[in-house]
């Protein structure tokens, strides 16, 4: 009987152990840039309030992120994007959910750079797409950074203008770097 | 022994579901509804003449050229108004995203203008809902122009008068934004002891949009104190949007581009056909980056 509790014992605290290191990081101020620059005039923008979540267990990651929180250096470019491309009162956010496919890889113990795998559904413009990318995890003192780059097509997310495709890139460059808290 | 048994494994299973529970699924998580303030209530900050609710953004400076012909009813000899043309240049400047300043100067009367533009409350959607945006607009006029008059030699203050506006505008949808603008105008000095000095009105505008790029305006004001001999102004208008800047062209009955101006003293009659056509340029210049787009690396 005494041998069956210890053995309880164990497994159970095994189990536990395995789920407390389940840790979140997160973050409400990561960047994304993106630039949509097609010919001379030069399309781009930040958004320095990112929302973003990992669990260091499962790899399931979060992107979210308010289109109109996308600062340009020219306001009406602006109001552009939001009435007239993106049209940010009907779709106010952009999210990504998926997973580090190979989070296992991370050492999060030990300062360094890791390649990190990404695959999930990225929704723009209310339309959903299985994406998957290939970025970094940086981790500097226990604190992992994310960097990432990729690109969408604005076709394949129901974004439509005349200016798509000469003025504005078809495909636009998408550029993200978020610093985690524990 | 066999109930402590019991009882060990289901607190230590009640445990392990404890622990299990850290293991949350963040796609699960619900979010609170965010904040959205209103933007593109109107396509610039005038609508034709008067103030709109817009602001120009922080650290933007605009160079605004107004532009107002003669009335149609002058006929082919002034080539229908073409001939005749009043103008206003300005300069406007944000200095945070609520508040803004103007200074400008018109060819009517040689006025100089200055303006201080405030956003009290801002329509919003989300955590708080607010379905309509007030600001604040204090303008003050100064004409240059000699006084004819050899009788009674002015004083600078004479030549000042004031503008005090309220705009109450909501964006109804994203095809039709209304906004309603008390104004209070006080002259300094009128032209005689029978004339008051402060004179009431309310502006009502709209905007309604009929194309991704263009926009129809109207803007009327209704005078509850009247100078003899003047008109209510009415203008509509249509906001073009082109690459960098925002082209307005208009038909109106007034030709002036300051408030005591076009709603006190327009003298042109829509229905004697006094209709003047007019433009508004604007072109942008950034001044101070925004926070946001300092230090980045593109």
Redesign the interface.
Known sequence: ?RK??IL??LF?MC??IQ??A?K?FSTKAGQI?F?ATGSA?KI?A???QVDS???E??G???F?V?I?GF?F?????E??F???YM?S?KF??AEF?GYIKNIKEVNFSKDGKYTANFEGDLMIHGINKKVSASGQVEVAQGKPTIIGEFSVKLADYGIK?SYIGD?IAGEVKIKINCKYQN | MQIKTLVFIVSTLLLGQQVNAQNVDLFAEEKGPISDITTSTFKSTRIVNGQSIENTGAGILDFRISHRFGALSQGSYSLFGLDQATMRIGLDYGITKRLMIGIGRSTYEKQYDGFVKLKIIQQQEGERSIPLGISYVGSSIYKTMKNPSTIYKPYASDRFSFAHQLLIASKINDYFSIQLSPTLVHYNLVDSAKIPNDFKSLGVSSRIRISKRVNITTEYFHRFDKLAGYYNPLSLGFDIETGGHVFQLHVSNSTGMTERTFINETTGSWGKGDLCFGFNIVRTFTIRKSKELRNVKW
């Open positions: 009987m069956i509790k309880l014992a159970v189990l536990s789920s407390n389940q979140v840039l630039n005039v781009a930040v958004n320095n979540k990992f669990g267990a499962t399931q990651i979060i979210a308010l109109k600062k250096e020219n306001q009406l470019m109001d552009h939001n009435e007239n049209e009162s106010p956010k959910k203008g003025k």
